[in-house]
């Protein structure tokens, strides 16, 4: 999964957003206005996050040389258009709304420092703030808040802020709260602003109040957002199993001798796992992992002289996380595809339908190849295979009366 970062100014970092997707293994990549670096015309990634900066969205070139919020808002709008991820921060958020038609306004408060905030009864019914209690601590640093289409929901708000948090759409919301903050870009704000905040407000703390608060506990609820919501988008946009055989059919380079038993295993596991009726997130895992499980021989035939399995398993969890690094696909699937990759000759300790089948697929292609005995065979039927469609399959491929 890719993730385009537009960072305004310097000290307004991605912080937690960065974090989060450094942690997952998403490919991220940061556009430095301030450097003058050019926003993108295309919507290349797969999510769009938006930061904030000191400008708000009538703020001219003239004004500010690197800002050009038209650029912003196109940008967003062709994300919004193609369906992708757009999360914007702040000022982000302020562009978000003014890029679907809603005119930014000011805060009836100014809020620095963190602010007890709370999710609206919208808020509590959207799936991705599962994770979020019905207040939560709110890092701020602002003094105008997004405007609202009519079709936006609030889904969160302060006591200084009526617009903490709004959704503009499946996958397009605006947070005017920072809960990517941490203490050193709190420090590097205050260092920005000379040192010293000379404002005052019902809603701005003071610097030592800034410096010593705990910012994990909204970073932790920003991931848990973060988590569920890519984790949906994910199972809706992820590749097919035919564009991923068509990607490591690529990634063989022409080895036949690799690339006709991925072909058999995936066909056998995409067999059984049907007929065993998975449910459609467990089928596409369990046929990633068929496609890919022989994903190290080559690597072990040059290291290691030969493709044990217990060395395939050792180096292909590895590489199928690599092989997988730039799809659209979730953490969560792309850990389990490469634990079931990781454990492909493991029969003990077996957790789960795709694990087993893909265990019973990779044998049934193996001894056919090999040509194993009809007592390693049922052997192997009675001792290890637990589903009745392997079980069938392996029968009618050894014409077995058993």
């Given at each position: ?352 339908p795709d694990w087993q ?16 005995s009809t007592e390693n ?26």
């Amino acid at each position: 999964m890719r993730i385009r970062f537009i960072q305004h100014d310097a000290w307004v970092l991605p912080g937690e957003y960065l974090a989060w997707a450094e942690r997952n293994g998403y490919d991220a990549g940061i556009t430095k206005c301030w450097e003058h670096e050019r926003i993108p015309e295309d919507a290349d990634a797969d999510m769009l996050v938006v930061l904030g900066g000191h400008q708000c969205p009538a703020t001219t070139k003239a004004a500010c040389g690197y800002f050009d919020a038209a650029r912003d808002k196109a940008l967003i709008r062709r994300y919004a258009e193609a369906g992708k991820i757009v999360v914007g921060v702040c000022l982000g958020a302020q562009l978000l709304g003014e890029a679907l038609g809603a005119a930014y306004a000011q805060s009836p408060e100014r809020e620095i420092g963190p602010v007890e905030a709370r999710l609206t009864d919208a808020g509590r019914a959207d799936p991705f703030f599962a994770s979020f209690g019905d207040t939560f601590p709110a890092g701020e640093w602002h003094n105008d808040m997004p405007g609202l289409t009519k079709d936006s929901v609030i889904l969160a708000e302060s006591d200084g802020c009526p617009r903490q948090i709004v959704r503009y759409g499946k996958y397009l919301y605006g947070f005017q709260t920072h809960m990517e903050f941490t203490r050193s870009i709190v420090a590097a704000g205050l260092e920005d602003a000379g040192g010293h905040l000379n404002c005052t407000g019902r809603f701005v703390q003071t610097e030592e109040q800034l410096l010593g608060f705990d910012y994990s506990g909204m970073n932790a609820l920003l991931s848990g957002f973060l988590d569920a919501m890519t984790e949906a988008y994910c199972a809706e946009r992820h590749l097919t199993a035919a564009q991923i055989l068509e990607k490591m059919i690529a990634f063989s380079g022409g080895n036949i001798h690799d690339i006709d038993p991925l072909i058999r295993v995936w066909t056998y596991a995409r067999t059984i796992g049907e007929l065993e009726h998975l449910d459609e997130a467990a089928q596409f895992i369990l046929e990633a992992a068929a496609i890919t499980h022989d994903i190290a021989c080559p690597l072990c035939r040059e290291k290691y002289g030969n493709t044990n399995g217990r060395h395939q398993e050792e180096e292909g969890a590895r590489m199928v996380r690599a092989f997988f690094s730039d799809c659209v696909m979730s953490r969560r699937q792309i850990d389990r595809a490469a634990f079931l990759v990781g454990h492909h000759h493991t029969l003990q300790g077996i957790d789960g339908p795709d694990w087993q089948i893909l265990i019973e697929a990779d044998y049934i292609a193996n001894a056919s190849e090999n040509g194993y005995s009809t007592e390693n065979v049922l052997n192997f039927m009675n001792r290890v295979m637990k589903t009745d469609s392997g079980k069938r399959l392996l029968k009618a491929v050894f014409c077995l009366q058993q």
